[in-house]
């Protein structure tokens, strides 16, 4: 029996990726590390099917102690602070980075496998060059960026020294319970306050089924250390027919050509965004007026040999317009 250690199953990546564990491999036996203070709500649907333990990642002696005083075949790592919360660049650091380096210490003295959640982020908000590969230089325009670089660097550098570790960055996520990005796409498109630059943009966002057959395909199978895979939808999409799309489905029409606006509007918010250090809103501006999207072609070659169907974000992204309409 497997014995499996995941981080990061209240939030909406790890949630996903721990429902369908618990259906296609019954036999797992998974522990789950979840922050103290969590409200008991975001994981009690798992508390009968899986050991929970309360552990704080930035408490890297807790962290370190319970470990050595287990047996884990395998670690998904996808827990982290997120970018744009108020924390200090301290807790950034002990939770996102030294966190994943004693993950390594573990699975090299335990011959266990490592598989990391990192980010498109580690390429900047905005990759410096389209599509964004495995060349691509790193750009660590923000700390939560910087974190996850940080954390890809220590875990390469272990593989040299014979860690079995596997890598995923997936992009902005969308799908059903998600109150992200894609979610207040929505909201905004709904009530006609979304704002669109009065040019081409091309953006790449990542159906959460997507991503959840990318870590179970690592779970279960074998693969060679140092995989390292950018997921997201099989192609970008145009921002502007994405935004036309969830104004038909919401109101059968498409969106007002009024609330297009020049590039300088953004220019300005971005601007403003920076004068006042705040990170979430640089990184709002940024992806509705610049474009971003990923070489892909390493995961789609994997997943198509495996029989699994390639995801659009037109017409799928349908699934997080009916969960805005629900709630």
């Not at 649907?45 to 050595?68: C, G, N, Q």
């Not at 030294?98 to 003295?109: D, H, I, K, N, R």
């Not at 570790?165 to 319970?177: K, L």
């Not at 979610?183 to 905004?188: A, F, G, I, S």
Request: aromatic share 12%; glycine share 6%; proline share 5%.
């Amino acid at each position: 029996m497997a014995k499996i250690l995941i981080t990061g199953i209240t939030g909406f990546i790890g949630r996903n990726v721990l429902r369908e564990m618990l259906k296609s491999c019954p036999d797992f036996n998974i522990t789950a590390l979840v922050r103290p203070k969590t409200e008991p709500r975001r994981y009690q649907e798992f508390e009968k099917a899986i050991r929970l333990v309360t552990i704080d990642l930035a408490d890297t002696a807790s962290l370190k102690e319970f470990l050595f005083t287990n047996e884990f075949d395998t670690i998904l790592h996808i827990g982290a602070l997120r970018g744009g919360r108020k924390f200090p660049q301290e807790t950034y650091l002990r939770s996102n980075v030294y966190s994943t380096g004693q993950m390594v210490e573990y699975c090299l003295a335990k011959d266990a496998r490592l598989i990391y959640c990192s980010s498109v982020g580690v390429f900047g908000a905005i990759p410096q060059e389209l599509p964004a590969g495995p060349q691509t230089e790193k750009n660590p325009d923000n700390y939560y960026h910087y974190t996850k670089i940080e954390s890809e660097r220590i875990i390469n550098r272990a593989i040299l020294n014979g860690l079995n570790a596997g890598i995923v960055r997936p992009s902005i996520a969308y799908g059903e319970g998600d109150f992200g990005f894609p979610y207040q796409m929505v909201k905004l498109v709904d009530k006609h306050l979304f704002p669109l630059i009065n040019r081409p943009i091309w953006i790449h966002l990542c159906h959460i089924d997507a991503l959840v057959k990318a870590f179970l395909y690592l779970a279960t199978r074998e693969w060679k250390s140092g995989l390292t895979l950018t997921v997201a939808d099989r192609e970008p999409v145009r921002l502007q027919s994405l935004v036309d799309f969830i104004s038909r489905q919401l109101h059968g029409k498409n969106y007002p050509r009024a609330l297009r606006f020049d590039r300088i509007f953004f220019a300005w918010g971005e601007k403003l965004a920076r004068l006042v250090k705040n990170e979430l809103w640089i990184s709002r501006f940024e992806l509705i007026s610049k474009s971003w999207f990923y070489d892909v072609s390493a995961y789609y070659d994997i997943m198509e040999k495996e029989g699994y169907k390639s995801h659009f974000t037109i017409p799928e992204f349908e699934i997080t317009i009916k969960d805005y309409q629900k709630h």
